[in-house]
């Protein structure tokens, strides 16, 4: 075999040249145009990239806290209560048969032998900017206050705030009048529930919820078989409420009342 001398001289001046070039100056990598080159001699340092632009952070919706309470009405709020019932006449169309006076309200609903939730009983809910500041009414022997706190999504105008304040910067919002009845299916006490009535202000926030599961938890407590109410056919509304609620809607009854002219022709005993 022969060795092309030529080729290894050549080869060996190449390598030599190579390693001098080597001891004199250092090689430096670095990228360009996305490709590794080695460059001699020391280079400039890149200025460091700026931090990355934070992301805007993601704000809560702005709310308004509003502090409410469900309480055992007592005497001295039978004026609020008439005007309510009124308001409540007027929304289910039934003003020609309104004829409440305060005087009667106090006089049946407040009677100093009926004891709450064995006769007529009524919810209060009240409304506050602020925390409720202890009062009597927290040592009710019968009772004793559901405080809650909400937050509104958007903030409540109240026109009638001045008329409905019940305290300083208290509000009376709305009202549940129920009593007992009894049930020889279940053999058990119930509740029936004769009215539930929220300000138009304060409708589609809760509030009427709160007033019937008020009553459904003492029904809990107090062993009862149900709790009853009737609705309006034409209250789609409140129809679909209660049904969220769990409460199921007997199509097959009917309600029968004898009531005005009618009632009283039993007033002589006649059969």
Known sequence: MEIDLEVI???????????????KKPLTRTHENQKHSFITGP???AAAAPPPTPEPATSLPETTPIFTRIRLATPSDVPHIHKLIHQMAVFERLTHLFSATESSLAATLFSPTTQPFHSFTIFLLEASPN????????SNPFFTPLTKLVNLRVPLEDPERETFKSMDDVTVVGFVLFFPNYSTVLGKPGFYVEDLFVRECYRRKGFGRMLLSAVARHAVKMGCGRVEWVVHDWNVNAIRFYEEMG???LN????????????????????
């Open 9 to 23: 001289e050549t080869n060996f001046l190449l390598v030599c040249l190579s390693s001098s070039i080597y001891k």
């Open 43 to 45: 280079q400039p340092m």
């Open 131 to 138: 925390p409720f500041a202890v009062s009597t009414l927290d």
């Open 247 to 249: 409460a199921d809607i």
């Open 252 to 271: 097959e009854w009917r309600i029968c009342r004898l009531t005005g002219e009618a009632l009283q022709t039993y007033d002589g005993g006649a059969d």
